[in-house]
Structures are given as C-alpha cells and as structure tokens.
C-alpha cells in the first residue's frame, strides 16, 4: 500500500515532470519542413562518385507575398560496401588550417504554381571557417550552409531541387583560392527535392459572447377534504400550477463559422419529462390519501 509520503513524493514527481515538459514545448523552436535524401554526386561529372547525405529546410507553413528562407546542408555519407566497390567517401583532398575559410556553391531550382510558369534558378553560396586543422584524407569538414530566398506570389507547392555544388578553399595565410570539388547528381531524377506547400493565413475565429438566463417557477397544491355521514362521501381535489420561463440571449462575435457541429459527443433528450414525474407524485400522493380515510372510515364502524 502506497503511504502517504509515499504519494507526495509520486505527486512531486509527477509535479516536476510536467514542469519540464512544459519548458520543452516552449524552448521547441518554429516548426520546419526539412527532409533528407542520400545522393550519389560525380566529382567531376566524370569522376569518382561519392554518397553525400544532402538535407534541405525551409518554413513549415509559408504566406504568399513572404519571404521564404531555403536552407541546403551537405554532409558526407558512408560509401555502400557492396561489391564491387562505387562509391568512395568524400574527404579533404588537401589539409586545412585553423581559420581557413572553405566556401560552398550550389545550383538550385524552384518551380510551381506560386513561383510562375517556368522553373527559376538559384546560386546559394555559404562561407565558413575553420575552427580547428583537417588534415588530409580526413571526412569533408567543415561544410557550410547555403541559403537562398525566394517570394512566392500565390498559393500552391513549391517544389526545390537541389543539383550541382562546388566546394572551394581560401588559405587565410595568403594565396588563391582554389576549388576541391565539382560535383553533379549521377542522377538528375535522383537528385534532393523538397515541397513546401504556400497557403493563405487562417483567421482565428473571434470568441462567443453568450449570456444565458434561465428561471423555472413551480407551484404545486394539493388539499384533501373528507365528510362523513350516513353516507359515504371521500372528496379530493388536487391542484396543480407549474410555470416554466426559460430566457436565452446570445451575442455572438464569430466572423467566421467553422462547417458543421461541435462534436459534444451528447446523445438526445434521455429520460422521462420533469412534468411526468410530478404528475405521477401528485397522484401516488392523492390516492395514498384516498386509500388512508377509506381505511379510517372503515375502522371508525368497526367500532
């Protein structure tokens, strides 16, 4: 059995838990379209092929008439160990010292509804620098982002295709700048896409002023009166006065009126009429009274 420190400690528990998970959801940053696709790229176009693991972001939900920010990440993937041997893993062809700047150019697409009848292209580029030396045949590192930015004009899908990129290199110590790698899908079809869907804000619809006023007024009367003679005479009069007032006034401020109920779950009206019930009490009530002079009528002529 659970004692009673015991669910305190449980309660704190419990109590902290919900606490962090709260602090979660409010350090989650904007939600993100991302989506990561494993291309096998040509360096050169006639070269050796390398897997590179290619990840393309933007905004989850985008307005027409906004901005819209696409990130392109390129990270080396493990070459397939299938054999024979076609893939080889990207790595730095010459060594790279602390605050070398390496450089990184692509050549992306954007094409539909909300961009035009015809594709428009984009030359993202990206600079980084070295924070620490990479020594030759080391794994491509580092790599940096490249962002490019487009408008759309309507709402639709957009669709990014990510193609070819050039990876350069800059000593800081002095010196031209000289490019380390080439590189083109070994398949057009193959190459990273991402679809961002453009869509219209939707307006919240404004709260529901409602003001409800309900008043039920019943009245309920019942008098028995008995005679007794030589003859017999029981009469009963029960009377009976509800009166049901019921006042609904609501305002309402909704601009927008979502299609459909509210789904409540609440079946229909279940159960007997308030008015039944009563009608029913009264008369149990008045025949019990019927039944007990009846009784006592008798009892008086026994005697």
């Known amino acids: 059995m659970t004692t009673i420190s015991g669910r305190g400690r449980i309660a704190v528990r419990a109590a902290v838990a919900g606490l962090a998970a709260l602090c979660g959801l409010i350090a989650l940053p904007a939600l993100a379209a991302e989506k990561t ?14 897997p590179v693991s290619v990840i393309l972001e933007g905004p989850d939900t985008p307005t027409p ?10 990270v080396p993937a493990s070459p397939a160990t299938d054999e024979p041997v076609t893939e080889s893993l990207l790595t730095v062809p010459a060594s790279i010292a602390v605050s070398d700047l390496v450089i990184a150019e692509g050549q992306a697409t954007i094409s539909g509804t909300p961009i035009g009848t015809n594709p428009v292209a984009h030359a993202p580029a990206g600079t980084i620098t070295a924070g620490t ?24 899908t957009v669709n990014v295709v990510a193609g070819n990129f050039m990876l350069k290199f800059s000593p800081t110590a002095g010196g031209d700048v000289s490019t380390l790698y080439t590189c083109n899908p070994v398949n057009v079809a193959s190459a990273a896409t991402l679809a961002l869907v453009v869509s219209s804000e939707t307006a919240s619809p404004s709260e529901t002023d409602e003001t409800t006023t309900a008043t039920t007024t019943a009245t309920s009367t019942v008098t028995a009166t008995e005679t007794v003679a030589e003859t017999e005479t029981v009469t009963a009069t029960a009377t009976i006065s509800e009166t049901s007032t019921t006042t609904t006034t609501q305002t309402s401020q909704v601009k927008l009126t979502p299609v459909g109920g509210a789904q409540t779950g609440g079946g229909g ?35």
Request: net charge negative; aromatic share 8%; glycine share 10%.
């Open 269 to 303: 009206d279940i159960g007997p009429d308030g008015r039944t019930i009563m009608l029913v009490g009264i008369l149990l009530i008045a025949t019990a009274t019927c039944g007990g002079l009846l009784l006592r009528d008798r009892v008086n002529r026994d005697w």
């Open 37 to 50: 696709t494993r291309v096998q790229y040509a360096c050169p176009a006639d070269g050796p092929t390398y």
């Open 133 to 156: 030396a990479v020594p030759t045949e080391a794994i491509m590192s580092p790599i940096p982002d490249m962002v490019f930015t487009f408008t759309p004009t309507a709402v639709g």
């Open 65 to 74: 008439n906004g901005p819209v920010a696409v990130t392109w990440r390129l």
